[in-house]
């Protein structure tokens, strides 16, 4: 474990923002965790794993841990379903097909979501209809403060919509280091009702679909849709879908009857944050080198060298405009440092 100094962090997160660490460890195993946390000279320290959901609008004055646990092993397992323990450290697209590999099934909808695995449980990620907390078992955690591992269950992490405990009450007081799943060996769930899945499965002629159709097909839509990080900086989905009360509802709906929506229960409904930006006219305009993606609204891209503060702008002049013309507030999922 060496400890560096003036570490650039472009290539720790997914927007490329050029900002620095003024310390940095790369941290391999728990022991390291462990000793990393116990050196007195430094406050809390700031932990990046994937760095997928952060937008970093200045340098980073204390300790920067970078987690880089590996590795997945199957816990238990009968006939009808596997638990498996995924370090934090590995990649969420990655952890997806290697549980297709094996025909296991419940993360297929959320292939292709960028960041890491330990970061899941944060925001209880979630795409075309299914969540983490759908295959959440239970996620292992180390106390900041007395560098003790501590397991969560589902119940304990409070998941929400793009939600949990460790967004709330437990922000900034546990590391997560791995995350237990449950997955299914037979008789797999399909969930193929929630977006364009359907008709995906229908171009690719798709009589009997199986888990790894639904994978692909969702990997299509997310490639036509939404940029690589590698290739353009961006998040994936920087704002979170808003959810509205049913009387707010009725009146959107009376004056936009075309727009999309879903209804979340008897009272409350979700509207699609990309299709009241695209309405506010937003979608593909470029403020320099922050800019909205062309194909998805939801998505801020950064064309090369804007800041994380040129992005944040955006960001908030977007939030503005869609509550001028809708009365809506949308605000961002990703973490703004």
């Known amino acids: 474990m060496q400890l560096q100094e003036n570490k650039s962090l472009k290539t720790y997160n997914t927007f490329g923002i050029a900002a620095r660490a003024r310390y940095f460890l790369e941290i391999n195993s728990i022991a390291e965790l462990e000793e990393a946390l116990q050196l007195k000279k430094f406050n809390t320290p700031f932990v990046i794993s994937g760095g997928s959901n952060i937008l970093l609008t200045k340098d980073i004055e204390t300790l920067v841990l970078h987690i880089n646990l590996k590795g997945i092993a199957i816990v238990s397992e ?38 890491n695995t330990g970061t899941a449980p944060i925001q209880n990620i979630g795409a075309y209809g299914v969540e983490l907390k759908d295959s959440f078992e239970s996620c292992e955690a180390m106390n900041i403060h007395d560098q003790q591992l501590q397991t969560f269950s589902k119940e304990a992490c409070q998941f929400g919509y793009r939600n949990s405990f460790f967004k709330n009450e437990g922000k900034g007081k546990f590391i997560i280091t791995s995350v237990n799943l449950r997955l299914t060996k037979k008789n797999h769930l399909l969930r193929t009702g929630y977006g364009a899945i359907m008709e995906a499965l229908k171009r690719n002629k798709v009589t009997e679909v199986t888990i790894k159709d639904i994978s692909e097909a969702v990997i299509a839509i997310r490639q036509q849709k939404l940029p690589d990080p590698n290739v353009l900086g961006n998040s994936g989905s920087f704002f979170k879908n808003p ?45 320099g080198d922050a800019g909205v993606h062309k194909n998805q609204a939801l998505v801020l891209v950064n064309y090369g060298a804007a800041t994380g503060s040129e992005l944040l702008a955006l960001a908030e002049r977007i939030m503005a405009a869609v509550f001028q013309q809708f009365q809506i507030s949308i605000v961002p999922e990703v973490n703004i440092i």
């Open 78 to 115: 009968n006939e009808d379903s596997v638990i498996l323990k995924v370090m934090a450290g590995e990649n969420w697209h990655n952890l997806v097909l290697w549980t297709l590999e094996r025909d296991y099934g419940g993360l297929e909808n959320m292939s292709l979501i960028p960041g």
């Open 243 to 287: 959810i509205i009360s049913e009387q707010a509802f009725q009146t959107f709906n009376a004056e936009y009857p075309k727009a999309p929506f879903y209804k979340v229960s008897d009272s409350e409904y979700k509207i699609p944050a990309g299709w009241l930006i695209e309405q506010c006219g937003f979608k593909g305009k470029r403020f």
